[in-house]
Nanobody
Framework: QVQLVEAGGGLVQAGGSLRLSCAAS????????MGWFRQAPGKEREFVAI????????YYADSVKGRFTVSRDNAKNTVYLQMNGLKPEDTAVYYC???????????????WGQGTQVTVSS
């Protein structure tokens, strides 16, 4: 089973940027679709973005489309989430998810990391 460690969260003002990373170990990373999810206080965890194993195909939630970019470096076993134009409503704990199955990643049924907190002040 793959192990995931997220990093890069922090406090940023509205309009600012952050780059999250998710380092994977224990699995064949280059073959795994990788997803990003987030959970705001009092809300359910929601899908943010997903990248196919090769990294050439990505898909985003409407709420982040045009502002967030997911990418991966298979040589480093790491997936990234570049977040620009941050809004207070982006405040959440961000998690990555991994599984050999795209469908399971898209539904958040793969392995989880511990999450990283992103706080956007107005």
């Amino acid at each position: 089973q793959v192990q995931l460690v997220e990093a890069g969260g922090g406090l940023v003002q509205a309009g600012g940027s952050l780059r999250l990373s998710c380092a994977a170990s224990g699995g064949t990373f280059s073959t795994y679709p990788m997803g990003w999810f987030r959970q705001a206080p009092g809300k359910e965890r929601e899908f943010v973005a997903i990248t196919w194993s090769g990294g050439g195909i990505t898909y985003y939630a409407d709420s982040v489309k045009g502002r967030f970019t997911v990418s991966r470096d298979n040589a480093k076993n790491t997936v990234y989430l570049q977040m620009n134009g941050l809004k207070p409503e982006d405040t959440a704990v961000y998690y990555c998810n991994a599984d050999p199955s795209y469908g399971r990643v898209f539904q958040g049924l793969g392995s989880w990391g511990q999450g990283t907190q992103v706080t956007v002040s107005s």
